[in-house]
């Protein structure tokens, strides 16, 4: 199994990285401009102290030509030592004559033999001149020299900065920038681990309310977060919370549901099959209770049929079957189904006479269900001699289909309600031993996964109507 890091740890390594190559570059600038400049001080002082040192060596050679050599050499220590640099006299042959030789690495200046023309890099004036002098140095120097004249011979002084000060002055920034780097890496190491515990606590929470509602818990509800991110975060989760607790209660609602529209079918199907068997209901009534029997297996298999339809409609896997047709067609097949009951109600039906032909574009099965569960509905709760009236408009890509019935009506509080599963008004329960409660779920599923609406309107004591829209063409 793969070893997972803490996003917390992730946060932390990611920003102390950054945070640590920052300081490396940084530290590499800084070391780099810092050497330049402490050089180019340098090579500006040596370049004063050079010309004063020729003057002063002019002066002495013109006062004493014949024993300056002994004053010379404390001249040219005296500027070494404060100038932190060696100074060597030549002449114009390019032959030692003095040194002050402070550096340990100067030593073997003697036993080289340089070029005739070395003398010749350097002029009148301060002169820079980058060289090994021979092998004494593994890589090029900086030197800075000039020619003088006194008493006739020419002469040459040159001075090569000590570059033990420049390795000490670049260690000394060395160290203070990474005595600096490492208290402040270890302040923001400990800024950053707390911030990165902070940034993840809401999803810490979250995690933990999503394992409460792995277990069944859907009354969490995540707070406000001031970063707009983790707001929006928890927004969706308590929406997602809010619909769950919504499902959950419509599932045990469903399912208590389903308990009692099937016990009750059970039970007299198992009460009736009992007394059959053990004698206590006569032969010559046997005949009746196993017509109930029947109706209630029937009434059974119809509530499951309807089940099956509507999981099949919610989960997808019921694909309309698009057709053209005339919302008239499954209308009238549907009215031929109901005859008997039109005629034993002495039902009327208006508004089939229209001149002008609408037209469906959907599933003519799904929409003959669609109308059978509607016309059903009407027939049931039409009063006596009453009428059952269709009326059809055209809005745009819509045909929309009115089904009004004279009655009873509903009240506003059943009107909610109709759509509901399993929902029965207290007259259908008194009146329709037959019904399930899942027509009017099953109508609205199946307009729906056409694209389409469906409302009801009643007045009571007078009539009740559904209208519902569906597409008249392909849209897609």
């Known amino acids: 199994m793969t070893k997972r890091k803490s996003l917390v740890f992730k946060y932390f390594l990611i920003c102390t990285a950054v945070i640590l190559i920052s300081f490396i570059c940084l530290g590499a600038v800084l070391l780099l401009i810092s050497s330049q400049y402490f050089n180019k001080e340098k090579q500006t002082t040596v370049t004063n102290s050079i010309s004063a040192l020729s003057t002063d060596l002019t002066e002495l050679m013109l006062d004493s030509p014949s024993d300056w050599k002994e004053s010379a050499e404390g001249i040219l220590n005296q500027y070494s030592q404060n100038t932190d640099a060696d100074f060597i006299l030549f002449n114009s042959s390019g032959e030692i004559i003095l040194t002050s030789l402070l550096a340990d690495d100067m030593q073997g200046i003697y036993d080289e033999e340089l070029d005739d023309d070395f003398i010749l890099k350097y002029g009148d004036e301060a002169t820079s001149v980058y060289t090994t002098f021979g092998s004494v140095f593994s890589s090029s120097a900086l ?25 000490e002055y670049s260690q000394n920034i060395l160290e203070i920038f990474i005595i600096s780097a490492v208290i402040v890496l270890i302040i923001s190491a400990v800024i950053i681990y707390f911030t990165a515990i902070s940034l993840t606590a809401p999803i810490k929470e979250m995690s933990n309310a999503a394992n409460k509602i792995g277990r069944g818990d859907f009354d969490i509800q995540l707070p406000e977060y001031t970063e707009s991110e983790y707001n929006a975060l928890a927004g969706a989760f308590n929406e997602m919370a809010s619909s769950l607790k919504s499902y959950d209660t419509m599932r045990n609602s469903f399912v208590a549901n389903i308990s009692h529209e099937l016990r ?22 046997q005949e009746k209770y196993l017509k109930i029997i029947s109706s209630e297996v029937h009434r059974m298999t119809r509530m499951v ?15 309309p079957n698009f057709s053209s047709f005339s919302v008239l067609d499954p209308i009238v097949n549907t009215l031929v189904t109901f005859e008997k009951r039109l005629e034993e109600k002495n039902i009327q039906i208006q508004g089939l006479d229209t001149d002008k032909r609408y037209y469906l574009w959907a599933d003519n099965d799904l929409i003959h269900q669609v109308i059978y569960n509607l016309l059903e509905n009407a027939i049931k709760f039409v009063n006596k001699d009453g009428y059952i009236k269709f009326h059809f408009e055209e ?26 599963r399993f929902y029965k008004t207290d007259k259908s329960r008194s009146e329709d031993k037959s019904g399930v409660g899942l027509g009017l779920n099953i109508v609205r599923s199946i307009i729906k996964l056409h ?13 009740t109507e559904f209208m519902f829209s569906l597409p008249n063409k392909d849209i897609t």
């Open 143 to 167: 030197t800075i020299g000039m020619t003088f004249s006194a008493n006739g011979p020419s002469y040459c002084v040159v001075a090569v900065p000590s570059r033990d000060a420049a390795n």
């Open 264 to 285: 009750t079918p059970l039970t007299s199907i198992g009460g009736y099959a009992d007394g059959i068997l053990d004698g206590t209901i006569p032969p010559d009534s």
């Open 305 to 319: 049929r309807s089940m099956l339809n509507l999981a099949k409609i919610e989960s997808g896997d019921l694909k």
């Open 395 to 420: 809005i745009g890509y819509l045909t929309v289909i009115y089904i009004q019935n004279s009655g009873e009506g509903l009240t506003q509080e059943e009107l909610s309600l109709v759509f509901d």
């Open 451 to 463: 694209g389409g609406k469906i409302q009801v309107r009643s007045v009571v004591g007078e009539y």
